[in-house]
């Protein structure tokens, strides 16, 4: 049986660098003093999500570069896979994109946010391309916040890819300002929920990670194959949680028994009349 510990962190809603570099340096040291092999950090946790309240300045490609390049260091002195969130400018706009650093500090690629919230279409742009990652003796992918809420399709995609863990960084805040009290609680935003079905219908481990703050509308968690809660934060809390993983459970069962054969290929496209 092959086990892997993996962390997931909470750093605060930060609007500028100058507050966000710290906040994920201290992340990644408190995964390596929890023996983590993999850390997931919020998305564009650098430099903070630009639909917050706070206005978040514009940032030259020097500023993030300079950025990243502080969080390669502290993974390396951390020995911890580290998986990033930021933003990229292109020339038509900003992607949120997600960095994974090895445990040696290089830099092992990145995935951007193909599918962005409608909400998000005034600050950012959709970037294309879906890659899998193996690190730290794991295979795992990305899927950015609307993504593993809203888009099935691109978790099963990585998991049939061979994927046993997806991480879900993400920017979740409540509707009323208020704080969940019970992972997925009824009351709750749905996220929760959508995730631990995008684990239970793949049979494979999802680790999200959400900016902590006193509306933090979904937890930062690490969700096994069979839909239960692994372990997760305190709601609104700032900090970094670990689990140890089976990697022999995040079997992909249910994913690889999709048959597209028996069910696309053979919709019956007719419309009768009543």
């Given at each position: 049986?092959?086990?892997?510990?993996?962390?997931?962190?909470?750093?605060?809603?930060?609007?500028?660098?100058?507050?966000?570099?710290?906040?994920?340096?201290?992340?990644?040291?408190?995964?390596?003093?929890?023996?983590?092999?993999?850390?997931?950090?919020?998305?564009?946790?650098l430099p903070g999500h630009r639909s917050q309240a706070r206005v978040v300045p514009e940032l030259p490609k020097d500023a993030l570069d300079d950025a990243l390049r502080e969080i390669a260091q502290a993974a390396r002195r951390a020995?911890?896979?580290?998986?990033?969130?930021?933003?990229?400018?292109?020339?038509?706009?900003?992607?949120?994109?997600?960095?994974?650093?090895?445990?040696?500090?290089?830099?092992?690629?990145?995935?951007?946010?193909?599918?962005?919230?409608?909400?998000?279409?005034?600050?950012?742009?959709?970037?294309?391309?879906?890659r899998l990652f193996a690190a730290a003796g794991v295979t795992f992918g990305i899927a950015i916040c609307h993504e593993a809420f809203r888009y099935p399709e691109i978790v099963r995609t990585l998991v049939l890819g061979g994927a046993?863990?997806?991480?879900?960084?993400?920017?979740?805040?409540?509707?009323?300002?208020?704080?969940?009290?019970?992972?997925?609680?009824?009351?709750?935003?749905?996220?929760?929920?959508?995730?631990?079905?995008?684990?239970?219908?793949?049979?494979?481990?999802?680790?999200?990670?959400?900016?902590?703050?006193?509306?933090?509308?979904?937890?930062?968690?690490?969700?096994?194959?069979?839909?239960?809660?692994?372990?997760?934060?305190?709601?609104?809390?700032?900090?970094?949680?670990?689990?140890?993983?089976?990697?022999?459970?995040?079997?992909?069962?249910?994913?690889?028994?999709?048959?597209?054969?028996?069910?696309?290929?053979?919709?019956?496209?007719?419309?009768?009349?009543?």
């Amino acid at each position: 049986m092959s086990t892997i510990r993996i962390a997931v962190a909470s750093t605060p809603l930060t609007a500028s660098l100058e507050e966000a570099v710290p906040a994920a340096v201290a992340a990644v040291e408190q995964a390596g003093r929890l023996d983590a092999r993999i850390v997931g950090l919020p998305e564009t946790g650098l430099p903070g999500h630009r639909s917050q309240a706070r206005v978040v300045p514009e940032l030259p490609k020097d500023a993030l570069d300079d950025a990243l390049r502080e969080i390669a260091q502290a993974a390396r002195r951390a020995r911890v896979v580290t998986i990033v969130g930021t933003e990229r400018p292109m020339p038509a706009g900003r992607e949120i994109l997600a960095v994974v650093f090895g445990a040696d500090g290089t830099r092992l690629g990145e995935q951007s946010k193909t599918q962005i919230d409608p909400t998000e279409e005034p600050h950012y742009i959709s970037g294309t391309g879906r890659r899998l990652f193996a690190a730290a003796g794991v295979t795992f992918g990305i899927a950015i916040c609307h993504e593993a809420f809203r888009y099935p399709e691109i978790v099963r995609t990585l998991v049939l890819g061979g994927a046993q863990v997806i991480f879900a960084p993400h920017f979740v805040t409540t509707d009323d300002g208020s704080l969940p009290v019970r992972w997925c609680d009824a009351s709750n935003p749905y996220h929760e929920k959508a995730l631990l079905c995008r684990a239970l219908e793949n049979t494979v481990y999802v680790a999200a990670s959400n900016a902590a703050g006193p509306d933090q509308g979904s937890a930062t968690c690490i969700i096994a194959p069979d839909g239960t809660l692994g372990t997760s934060l305190a709601y609104g809390a700032v900090g970094v949680v670990a689990a140890d993983i089976q990697l022999d459970q995040a079997d992909r069962l249910l994913a690889l028994r999709w048959a597209p054969e028996r069910n696309i290929q053979a919709v019956d496209r007719t419309v009768g009349s009543a």
